[in-house]
């Protein structure tokens, strides 16, 4: 392997690992400060112990996340030092006000958070969780306003003179449309995440409550399927805002990215009433894209997915290359910039996009099925006493998360071979695009990012190591015994730090 097929798995592998820790973060902390709420606003020991259970392995998947996303802003200049040149100029005015706005604001008051316990009344610690929960998901809009800036560069022009992308309009690139599209749709991904981690570990716990002999409407087993029903109620709500915010996405896509999407849906040759496809076989690798057969698909729902309509056309995959290549009779969509010109294959791989697609749809569906059971069988005061139920619970419990992994990895290896996407509907000169292969650092040997790739691996596998396990040992712990919050005078307090 060269460098740049080393520096695209490097960093292929990290944000892949950090993207498994983000969704939990923020769904979870919503979540958590809900049941905070509750507490307050019921004074019923069972939220406070809810809040207290959830809030520790929140804390944990926090921490992680922190440690891994510090190494993603690192791999810029380390490995993708010309993509740093070309785009800095707009690619870190968003990174640099998550750092100075969104994530001061979240870990300033996760540290209040954690030690103001018995030192806030219980208002102010519940204001101080709400800013931490708001912090997080503010900070998951500036770096996907940045993200999507890749996938649809606005607000910028390509200055020949220094040979990078400037910044003409800093409002249009936090308010892309992209952005505004991806936000809600991520959010509602974490919310996904977030209620089948509360629920699948309170069916956990009730059924094991059951076998251990506890009866129905004990503490233990009655707070377990408080946290149950929250988390399949938040399923519910999340898995149809996700389908919702999908739809808007994907017929943006289409507007933007055509040829990602045609990739997604394996659709070659232009055509109208375009079927959504289930499932192909062929050479879905995309050096023979003509041998893909769909043998199960659903008829006109691609074109409406599309553009709102089952008749409509959808443009195929040979169409667009010819269009990207200025061979064909319609519009150019890349014009030569930055020194080179688009005459190579612009198609990315058709079996990565094909198949992490239908992952991300199909891996999403074990929430409903963990959601709608739960419901079914806690309705009128009702408890989850079936082992098949826990087996289901620990079952969908990673299920949204690889579905959240495949989305991300449909998202970024869709818009290969740019990292920085042509934009269709530019309509000026300058237009910025950058391919790949441009944006790796030329400084950077194959040596250095193997090494580099490998130590990151390790480390990033020890850091998943202890993160399964303290979230597998607090979970199996359970709610800790109910203790009400004591806030007291300083004076008679023991020192908790003096020098």
Do not use: C
Not at 79 to 97: C, H, K, Q, T
Not at 124 to 153: D, E, R, T
Not at 269 to 275: L, V
């Amino acid at each position: 392997m060269e460098a740049l097929e080393l520096a695209r798995w490097q960093f292929g592998i990290t944000t892949v690992y950090h993207f498994i820790l983000v969704p939990l973060t923020l769904g979870l902390s919503i979540l958590v400060a809900i049941m905070q709420t509750m507490w307050v606003r019921t004074g019923k020991e069972k939220w406070l112990r809810l809040t207290k259970f959830y809030g520790k392995l929140l804390l944990i998947n926090f921490a992680l996340g922190v440690a891994t996303g510090i190494v993603q802003e690192f791999q810029f200049g380390m490995n993708w030092s010309e993509y740093s040149r070309y785009v800095g100029d707009i690619f870190g005015a968003p990174l640099a006000m998550e750092a100075l706005i969104a994530f001061f604001l979240e870990s300033t008051f996760l540290g209040v958070w954690i030690f103001g316990w018995d030192r806030l009344s219980k208002k102010v610690h519940l204001a101080v969780v709400w800013l931490f929960a708001i912090g997080s998901n503010i900070s998951a809009y500036f770096i996907i306003a940045a993200n999507s800036w890749m996938q649809h560069p606005v607000g910028t022009e390509f200055n020949p003179e220094t040979g990078r992308a400037e910044m003409t309009n800093i409002w249009q690139v936090l308010t892309n449309s992209t952005t505004l599209a991806a936000f809600p749709h991520v959010i509602a991904t974490a919310f996904l995440v977030a209620g089948t981690f509360v629920a699948g570990i309170a069916v956990y716990w009730m059924v094991k409550k059951h076998r251990q002999g506890e009866a129905a409407d004990s503490p233990d087993v009655s707070l377990y399927r408080t946290a149950s029903r929250l988390g399949a109620v938040t399923m519910i709500i999340a898995g149809l805002a996700v389908i919702v915010t999908g739809d808007v996405q994907a017929k943006l896509m289409f507007e933007q990215q055509p040829m990602k999407m045609a990739a997604a849906e394996g659709i070659i040759e232009s055509e109208t009433s375009a079927p959504f496809s289930l499932l192909a076989f062929g050479n879905l690798a995309g050096d023979d894209p003509g041998s893909v057969t769909h043998v199960l698909s659903i008829p006109g729902l691609t074109s409406y997915l599309a553009e709102g309509s089952f008749d409509a056309k959808v443009t195929g995959l040979n169409e667009l290359q010819r269009q990207y290549a200025g061979q064909g009779t319609e519009e150019t969509v890349v014009p030569a910039v930055d020194g080179y010109t688009v005459d190579k294959d612009t198609r990315p791989n058709l079996a990565v996009t094909y198949w992490s697609f239908r992952l991300m749809i199909g891996l999403a569906a074990f929430s409903a099925a963990l959601a709608l059971t739960v419901l079914w069988f806690t309705r009128k005061g009702g408890t989850v006493t079936k082992p098949w139920m826990r087996t289901l619970a620990l079952v969908s419990l990673p299920m949204p998360y690889l579905a959240a992994s495949f989305g991300w990895i449909f998202t970024e290896m869709g818009r290969q071979p740019f990292v920085v996407a042509p934009n269709p509907t530019y309509d000026g000169t300058g237009m910025v695009a950058l391919l790949t292969e441009h944006g790796v650092s030329k400084a950077a040997s194959t040596f250095e990012v193997a090494t580099s790739m490998i130590i990151f691996t390790i480390v990033y596998a020890i850091l998943g190591v202890f993160w399964y396990r303290l979230t597998s040992r607090y979970a199996q712990e359970g709610a800790p015994a109910f203790e009400e919050p004591n806030p007291s005078d300083d004076d008679d307090r023991p020192l908790s730090f003096a020098y």
